[in-house]
């Protein structure tokens, strides 16, 4: 039991950060497909109850530009859930990304050949067994010293290796889902957990993660865990997957907005045109915590509210000392030019604190989710424990 609910922490957690109420949850459909999928190596997993999410193209629609999401090891929200990864598919009008979920199946991940037991169908990298992840250490980096539920399968895959990361429209994968990978999609799963969604948006913030800088190649192809891009474990990717040529206007080939499916990637911050900070969208009021521990729960709701109220008190500061400086332009009369330079100074300190607000919602995130995993790890070591001989 102890186990289950230490696992339930990590999918209902919330990553608290500035945009996430700020801005709908929307797809984007892309007009020009994203490149191929890099070749890297797996970093070790780093502790039982671990199962690889391989890494992807998300898109950013304020650049234009693909960017890579790394691959990495997460804990799975619940016994007995597997990974299904995301995947971008031809829609008609444009590739539209399908957003990836745990549960009991894996579902249809467009046929894309991911690795590390993603071969386009199904999950050829562990199972479980009596509450207990098995990882096939054919397929997987796994350090038997550390974890012991390991077999070993050699994996015969039929699929033609490539590197193509869509699917359908020029040059993508024909691949259709089968019966049970419909089902899947029918039956109960849960989106990406926070630490995903965590992982995306790290990736998101760094200009060397998008294609237009590193031509297929990323730096950061995996990490050992989710938001660890500085971890020694990190891993750069060794080569591109293939040529890639971008549309010469890529402002020409911009998304456009589709309601019908949701993205976590679209679900980031945008840079801020306010100058004042009563011109900043409100302070978000995250959802309750929901971890199925009624005294954590209210140990993060006071923390979020705590600093919810804090950052509520220096915008207030601030839009009072912004104020005051705008009735001393007035009584000295000040020029265009005068006026012009304190707009910009407020424009740049109103900005400063957004970014300062936005760190410290995600360092109580990160703080939350290094507890959660902890207490999760912890649970799970004494549920592994043999019991004791009677005496």
Not at 27 to 56: E, N, R
Not at 73 to 101: C, Y
Not at 140 to 164: D, E, G, K, Q
Request: aromatic share 10%.
């Amino acid at each position: 039991m102890a186990t289950r609910l230490g696992r339930l922490l990590c999918s209902t957690i919330v990553i608290l950060t500035l945009c996430a109420a700020s801005f709908a949850q929307l797809s984007v459909v892309v007009s020009f497909g994203p490149p191929p999928l890099p070749v890297y190596v797996q970093p070790p997993c780093p502790a039982d109850g671990y199962i690889w999410t391989p890494g992807y193209w998300a898109y950013d629609p304020d650049f234009g530009d693909y960017y890579w999401v790394p691959g990495t090891w997460v804990l799975a929200p619940q016994i007995g859930f597997l990974w299904t990864p995301g995947w971008w598919g031809w829609g008609g009008e444009g590739f539209i990304f399908h957003e990836g979920f745990w549960g009991p199946v894996v579902g249809f991940y467009g046929g894309i050949n991911y690795g590390f037991g993603y071969f386009g169908h199904g999950y050829e990298g562990g199972r479980w067994e009596n509450d207990h992840f098995y990882y096939n250490r054919a397929v997987n980096n796994v350090n038997v010293t550390n974890i012991h539920n390991v077999y070993n399968t050699t994996v015969i895959n039929n699929t033609t290796v490539n590197r193509v990361s869509y699917n359908g429209g020029n040059g993508g994968i024909t691949a259709r889902p089968t019966s049970q990978e419909e089902a899947a999609a029918r039956e109960k799963h849960v989106p990406p957990v926070a630490a995903q969604t965590q992982q995306v948006q790290t990736a998101r913030s760094n200009p060397q993660l998008r294609v237009s800088a590193n031509h297929g190649k990323p730096p950061i192809a995996a990490t050992p865990t989710p938001g660890a891009f500085q971890a020694r474990e990190v891993v750069p990717a060794k080569q591109a997957g293939g040529p890639y040529t971008p549309p010469p206007s890529r402002a020409a080939a911009q998304s456009k907005p589709n309601t019908q499916a949701e993205r976590p990637e679209a679900n980031t911050a945008r840079p801020s045109t306010a100058v004042h900070p009563n011109e900043l969208p409100p302070i978000p009021r995250p959802p309750a915590p929901n971890t199925g521990n009624a005294e954590q729960d209210q140990k993060y709701q006071q923390q979020q509210e705590q600093l919810r109220a804090q950052q509520a008190q220096e915008r207030q500061k601030l839009q009072q000392q912004q104020e005051q400086e705008h009735q001393q332009l007035a009584k000295q009369q000040a020029d265009a030019a005068r006026q012009q330079q304190i707009e910009q100074q407020h424009r740049q300190q109103t900005q400063q604190l957004q970014q300062q607000h936005q760190q410290q919602q995600e360092q109580l995130a990160r703080q939350q989710q290094q507890q959660m995993q902890a207490r999760q790890q912890q649970a799970h070591a004494s549920q592994s424990q043999p019991p004791k001989p009677k005496p």
